[in-house]
């Protein structure tokens, strides 16, 4: 069992730049690939960045290419997604997600997930 817990989210102007936590507890969060999704009200869940076990070889959405960077910290547990270049069209519940083998973009192929923090960008 991995309990994900997100942090970092916020309101920031157009331009502006939010870097999200995802803290891990409970089972070694290296074990698990990682992702970061987002869902804005009214639409589905959407893949935004997914990185291996390793920190190798991260993946983006083409909406977020060369805007956003998804790192993570095994030795502190934590998980990362640099924000950069936010627009209004990025606000959104953004949640951290441990994968059961391989990042994808499905979101029924991550076991655990956390509770979602709230991003707003203002235009």
């Known amino acids: 069992q991995v309990q994900l817990v997100e942090s970092g989210g916020g309101l920031v102007q157009a331009g502006g730049s939010l870097r999200l936590s995802c803290a891990a507890s409970?089972?070694?969060?290296?074990?698990?690939?990682m992702g970061w999704f987002r869902q804005a009200p009214g639409k589905e869940r959407e893949f935004v960045a997914g990185?291996?076990?390793?920190?190798?070889?991260?993946s983006y959405a083409d909406s977020v290419k060369g805007r956003f960077t998804i790192s993570r910290d095994n030795a502190k547990n934590t998980g990362y997604l640099q924000m950069n270049s936010l627009k209004p069209e990025d606000t959104a519940v953004y949640y951290c997600?441990?994968?059961?083998?391989?990042?994808?973009?499905?979101?029924?192929?991550?076991?655990?997930w956390g509770q979602g923090t709230q991003v707003t960008v203002s235009s």
């Open positions: 997600a441990a994968a059961r083998s391989v990042v994808t973009t499905t979101p029924s192929n991550y076991i655990y």
């Open positions: 409970g089972r070694t969060f290296s074990t698990y690939p």
């Open positions: 990185l291996s076990r390793s920190g190798g070889t991260p």
